[in-house]
């Protein structure tokens, strides 16, 4: 029984520090140069707007296109429960902004971190591109980073979206699994 209680807390204490390392890896910024942004997908509203999540995530890869880091911003989601393509959302989002269409490039097939991954790396490949920024939720930085890199991609900088919510608590522990089942993944 003693044995059983150890192990516990040393998985609980693995996990907590994995947890912290996740987090804190996502809320350093890595501000650089990139041939792309890449955007994931997420909850559209029942208007077809972005949701207060997906627009902070927006917002801070314009800040990036605005600071002239990258000349190009890949939009990447599926259709969601909502109906509505994510994709088309946030490039129409991203229009109303002031970004020309040249800039946007839509991926309405981005329906996991996985699959606008490859998505991106295939985009970027076919154009003769080679470098991406992620742009994303702080939680999600670390996984979205490494199922680029996976894909083929060199990531040259991320950047968190400052949208901070309850959902968090679930979030958190949930991308820290999601992570190490990535990273494990042949």
Known sequence: MHKLILLTLAAAGTF?????????????????????????GNTIAPDGRPSPRLQARL???????????????????GTGKEG???????????????????????DNQG?????????AATYLRSHGLQTAMVAT???HVPRFRLALERAGIAVSGNVHAPYFELRDLYSVPRETVAY????TKP
Do not use: C
């Open 180 to 183: 190490a089942v990535y990273y």
């Open 16 to 40: 907590l520090l994995a947890t912290g390392a996740l987090v804190a890896t996502g809320l350093h910024d890595q501000l650089a140069q990139a041939d792309m942004i890449v955007v994931p």
């Open 137 to 139: 939720q702080y939680f």
């Open 84 to 106: 509505f393509d994510e994709a088309a959302s946030m490039a129409s989002y991203l229009r109303k902004q002031g970004v020309p269409d040249s800039a946007i490039i839509e």
């Open 111 to 119: 329906w996991t971190t996985e699959a606008t991954a490859r998505n």
């Open 59 to 77: 917002d801070v890869a314009l800040k990036q296109f605005r600071e002239r880091r990258s000349p190009r911003l890949f939009v990447s989601g």
